[in-house]
Nanobody, 120 residues
């Protein structure tokens, strides 16, 4: 089974920064995509940023220029550096990973979510 463990959430003031991390573990052969989604109260879950192995990096328009996603493939970890945070960034952030298990089956896993609150 593939598990994702998130960390780094918390309370920050507008304009501040926060760095989220998510480490994957389990019977993983490869991770093809790893990224972050978020869900604010009363809103649908939305893509924040995602990195496709050997391919593209996509960001939501609302975070472009402020957030940076990165991956450490050896550690099977994805990071989200969030700068110039706004109150509108307040949400529960969920890590996502998709790829292949050692049994050659596809997996799609979600973290438990970490709360990010931006408030003065």
């Amino acid at each position: 089974q593939v598990q994702l463990v998130e960390s780094g959430g918390g309370l920050v003031q507008p304009g501040g920064s926060l760095r989220l991390s998510c480490a994957a573990s389990g019977s993983i052969i490869s991770i093809n995509a790893m990224g972050w989604y978020r869900q604010a109260p009363g809103k649908q879950r939305e893509l924040v940023a995602i990195k496709i192995s050997g391919g593209s990096t996509d960001y939501a328009d609302s975070v472009k220029g402020r957030f940076t996603i990165s991956r450490d493939n050896a550690k099977k970890t994805v990071y989200l550096q969030m700068n110039s945070l706004k109150p509108e960034d307040t949400a529960v952030y969920y890590c996502y990973a998709g790829g292949l298990t050692e049994s050659r089956s596809r997996f799609a896993s979600w973290g438990q979510g970490t709360q990010v609150a931006v408030s003065s």
